[in-house]
T-cell receptor, first 116, second 114 residues
Framework: AQSVTQLGSHVSVSEGALVLLRCNYSSSVPPYLFWYVQYPNQGLQLLLKYTSAATLVKGINGFEAEFKKSETSFHLTKPSAHMSDAAEYFC??????????????FGSGTRLSIRP | SQTIHQWPATLVQPVGSPLSLECTVEGTSNPNLYWYRQAAGRGLQLLFYSVGIGQISSEVPQNLSASRPQDRQFILSSKKLLLSDSGFYLCAATTGGRLQETQYFGPGTRLLVL
């Protein structure tokens, strides 16, 4: 069974500072991993995904994440935070890939706040 | 690319009233469809998913139901709403092929039950 844990329900950084959102996963099969972003009162938008190709995945809006199998981690980073990055971020791991319904397991989310 | 529509965007309903939320998908065929609920300040809870017309799987026992009358239409219903049904409801779809695991989300419906 798959599961995902996001460390820290709320992260606050200063504008221009490094953003680091932590995600650890558990999976009995090689996982697909995702980061989604949700702005207030909107649906989720895919930031990036890992599908067993390159371990460093680049996404939209300057975000990237690195898959580390030894640490079972998929942390999200951005070198320099912008005010527009304030949002809720969800890490997710794929469910059983060989079934016809590919359920994704979502973490509980991390709210990112940006200080001026 | 696919586009997911949800309506209404916002809904205020009294306790005990019925509910019908609709989700339609454009730009793809035979998608897997999902209903999630997001309570205030909490993560996503998968409610139902469907792999085809008339095929519904329920993840959480509750007073909600789902139906899929057409390939790209997914409906969430209730006969009698409870206060605990309040939340943000999201519809999502996955498409076939190697991208099957990527879920694309609609804009959501905010439901307030009073």
């Amino acid at each position: 069974a798959q599961s995902v844990t996001q460390l820290g329900s709320h992260v606050s950084v200063s504008e221009g500072a490094l953003v680091l959102l932590r995600c650890n996963y558990s999976s009995s099969v090689p996982p697909y991993l995702f980061w989604y972003v949700q702005y207030p009162n909107q649906g989720l938008q895919l930031l990036l995904k890992y599908t067993s190709a390159a371990t460093l995945v680049k996404g939209i809006n300057g975000f990237e994440a690195e898959f580390k199998k030894s640490e079972t981690s998929f942390h999200l980073t951005k070198p320099s935070a912008h005010m527009s990055d304030a949002a809720e971020y969800f890490c997710a791991v794929s469910g059983p890939r060989y079934s016809s319904a590919s359920k994704i397991i979502f973490g509980s989310g991390t709210r990112l706040s940006i200080r001026p | 690319s696919q586009t997911i529509h949800q309506w209404p965007a916002t809904l205020v309903q009294p306790v005990g009233s019925p509910l019908s939320l609709e989700c339609t998908v454009e730009g793809t065929s035979n998608p897997n469809l999902y209903w999630y609920r997001q309570a205030a300040g909490r993560g996503l809870q998968l409610l139902f998913y469907s792999v085809g017309i008339g095929q519904i799987s329920s993840e959480v026992p509750q007073n909600l139901s789902a139906s899929r009358p057409q390939d790209r239409q997914f409906i969430l219903s209730s006969k009698k709403l409870l206060l605990s049904d309040s939340g943000f409801y999201l519809c999502a779809a996955t498409t076939g092929g190697r991208l099957q695991e990527t879920q694309y989300f609609g804009p959501g419906t905010r439901l307030l039950v009073l």
